[in-house]
């Protein structure tokens, strides 16, 4: 990438003024425009300039001019002098050119950025050091009831950027909290659509995970000009895997009918959180998962395999979140316990918990609280020796809406209907 490319972002990423502004060969800036016209059948300027996030002036200008020249493409027709209206077609000898081209990459979409300009990217708003307080924490977390020493623990953890364990018994919350940690992270970050190593694409942008903030989008071009639509503006994103978890999915995945890579989880998730749910359930073991990442978690930099053979190395600018209900010593040694830094205890609710939790999930169903029900259900924990969970008065309650439903009947929380709840939710008790 240009040097002056990567000054544009400190800032903001300021559109492209040139074609070398773009940091990509002026040949595949040319094939990309020429497969966005063939894919589409005809093209206004204005039209190709939108579909691949190209400024018109000074560049998508000059690579339409060059493939008229090249007799790759041509003008159909247009609207007097306004170039952006007019209208391109491929030639016979364009589309030829296409097919070869399709038969090494079938990429169309938003022109990538390069690498490095990438890994700029994501160095520039990096995950650690990020203004976590008390509340901040607070903010995160007000909904749910947690205790003060897990806020104080919490805080650091997230605060530092690093790798943390989140383990207990089930039912507690853990992914529930996971969750709520992304919302602490402050700020926005920008993703790429795809990303150019050599010229292999990585696609980036994955509309299930980032959500696109137009809005912010256009008030820093209101604040700052034109800026970079091969960027897009996103909440700090959040991905999360579970038992489906495989080593697969840790790499590039190349698209063998399109000819390009889509990129691994773990790139998805760089500016933001990645959560390994129910870790120790996956088909990998646990020991393999951090040999993988050993290097990763360390220097905060991935090594990703081409079909060629050719290593390309990605930031890995990720705060992972390991959630497990095993006990953390049985999955791994020593040495992998202290390269995940932090180890946050998520235990079962005291009594007092216990009946805020459920007061609060009252609240939040529509359902009268009563306390003494809460009190002769508490009753029954003893008697029959049964742990309490955090989950169990929102799963109990879903269970006394749904007879209620059934019998055509008010909602009411009474014995009745929390003996049914109990019947039909618990096992032993």
């Known amino acids: 990438m240009a040097e002056n490319q990567t000054a544009r972002f400190h800032a903001v990423p300021l ?10 060969p002026s040949n595949y800036l040319a094939d990309l425009t020429l497969k966005a016209i063939h894919h589409s059948g005809r093209l206004t300027a204005g039209e190709a300039a939108a579909y691949l996030k190209l400024p018109y002036a000074n560049v998508l200008e000059l690579l339409l001019k060059g493939l008229v020249s090249d007799k790759l493409c041509e003008v159909t027709h247009g609207t007097g002098y306004m170039a952006t209206t007019w209208t391109y077609e491929a030639t016979e000898r364009g589309r030829t050119r296409v097919a070869d081209i399709m038969s090494r990459d079938s990429y169309v979409g938003p022109a990538p950025v390069s690498l490095q300009y990438y890994n700029d990217i994501v160095r520039c708003q990096t995950v650690q050091f990020g203004r976590v307080t008390p509340d901040v924490v607070e903010r995160a977390f007000q909904d749910l009831v947690i205790d003060d020493l897990f806020r104080l623990q ?6 530092s950027g690093k790798s943390m364990f989140l383990y207990g018994p089930p039912g507690n919350g853990k992914t529930s909290i996971a969750e709520r940690i992304v919302n602490m992270l402050a700020g926005k970050v920008w993703i790429p659509y795809a990303v150019l190593t050599g010229f292999e694409v990585m696609t980036i942008f994955d509309a299930a995970v980032h959500k696109y903030r137009e809005d912010a989008f256009e008030s820093l071009c209101q604040r700052h000009g034109s800026l970079d639509e091969r960027l897009c503006v996103c909440d700090r994103p959040m991905v999360m895997t579970g038992g489906e978890l495989t080593f697969q999915s840790l790499d590039l995945m190349y698209d063998e009918r399109n000819r390009f890579y889509t990129s691994p989880l773990q790139v998805k998730a760089n500016g933001g959180l990645l959560l390994i749910d129910d870790f120790g359930r996956q088909r990998v073991s646990p020991r393999d998962l951090l040999n993988r990442w050993i290097v990763p978690l360390e220097k905060r930099m991935d090594f990703l395999n081409l079909r060629s053979g050719k290593q390309i190395a990605v930031p890995f600018d990720v705060l992972v979140v390991f959630s497990t209900n095993l006990e953390p010593r049985d999955l791994v040694d020593e040495a992998f316990l ?11 609710p005291t009594e007092k918990q216990y009946r805020d939790i459920f007061r ?3 609240q939040a169903k529509g359902v009268p609280f009563r306390q003494e029900m809460v009190d002769w259900l508490l009753e029954r924990y003893k008697r029959d020796g049964f742990p309490l969970r955090s989950c169990h008065p929102r799963d109990l309650l879903e269970q006394i809406l749904d007879r209620a439903r059934y019998m055509g009947k008010p909602v009411a929380l009474d014995e009745e209907s929390v003996e049914y709840a109990c019947k039909t939710y618990f096992v032993k008790l």
């Open 154 to 159: 919490i805080g650091p953890a997230v605060s």
């Open 360 to 362: 609060a999930c009252c």
């Open 338 to 348: 202290r390269r995940i830094r932090y180890k946050v205890a998520v235990g079962d």
């Open 15 to 24: 559109a492209p003024t040139s074609i070398e502004d773009t940091g990509l």
